[in-house]
């Protein structure tokens, strides 16, 4: 079955560049998209079609899809980022979830 | 504004069953696939199963395949998941979410519901 691998943790500085990797062969060939979920929340939907923003999202957040791995990244990182992240794609019409990465801003 | 409701949570024994419901708000609930996607305490996020629009056609994770029946009522706006043959490795807060479907794959989960918790222990 297809997996998709992500770090389990991630620090960043406030104001930095956070990056939050996504692995699985041949990713880039599929879409991938990124949702945040903070602690006692339901998760939402950061990033669609590889680096498609949904109505309400700030700027900051990006994402890019080539070769093997996809990325999130989060530029000028905000407290308020401080959350778990999990890429999501599909394969051969069924769902796959990363591990999801921890995301610290210290 | 799109909201989604589940209910139906709780404690049941090894074995057991339970049926969760998740009732659809503002928006054309028949327009829309929709799925059912659960995580574990303290875990991450894993897909249990997805249902067309029409209710034709369904799929399902390997995990939960012959046990869990998704289904849906377009006329109630409401979608449902029976879950038969529960094990503790089910226990886990069961999301209701909308799938956006585009062309060339372009599919992604845009609005969640706050989830219910399914608890299965003796």
């Known amino acids: 079955s297809y997996e998709l691998t992500q770090p389990p943790s991630v620090s960043v500085s406030p104001g930095q560049t956070a990056s939050i990797s996504c692995s699985g062969y041949?990713?880039?060939?599929?879409?991938a998209c990124w949702y945040q979920q903070k602690p006692g929340q339901s998760p939402v939907l950061v990033i669609h079609?590889?680096?498609k923003r949904p109505s309400g999202i700030p700027e900051r957040f990006s994402g890019s899809n080539s070769g093997n791995t996809a990325t999130l990244t989060i530029s000028g990182t905000q407290a308020m980022d401080e959350a778990d992240y999990y890429c999501q794609a599909w394969d051969s019409s069924t769902v796959v979830f990363g591990g999801g990465t921890k995301l610290t801003v210290l | 504004q799109v909201q989604l409701v589940e209910s139906g949570g709780g404690l049941v024994k090894p074995g057991g069953s339970l049926r969760l419901s998740c009732a659809a708000s503002g928006f054309t609930f028949s327009d829309y696939y929709m799925s059912w996607i659960r995580q574990a305490p303290g875990k991450g996020l894993e897909w249990v199963s997805y249902i067309s629009s029409s209710n034709s056609y369904a799929n399902y994770a390997d995990s939960v395949k012959g046990r869990f029946t998704i289904s849906r009522d377009n006329a109630k706006n409401s979608l449902y998941l029976q879950m038969n043959s529960l094990r503790a490795e089910d226990t886990a807060v069961y999301y209701c979410?909308?799938?956006?479907?585009?062309?060339?794959?372009?599919?992604?989960?845009?609005?969640w519901g706050q989830g219910t918790l399914v608890t299965v222990s003796s």
């Open positions: 079609q590889d680096s």
């Open positions: 041949k990713l880039g060939d599929k879409y």
């Open positions: 979410a909308r799938l956006h479907r585009g062309g060339g794959s372009i599919h992604y989960f845009d609005y």
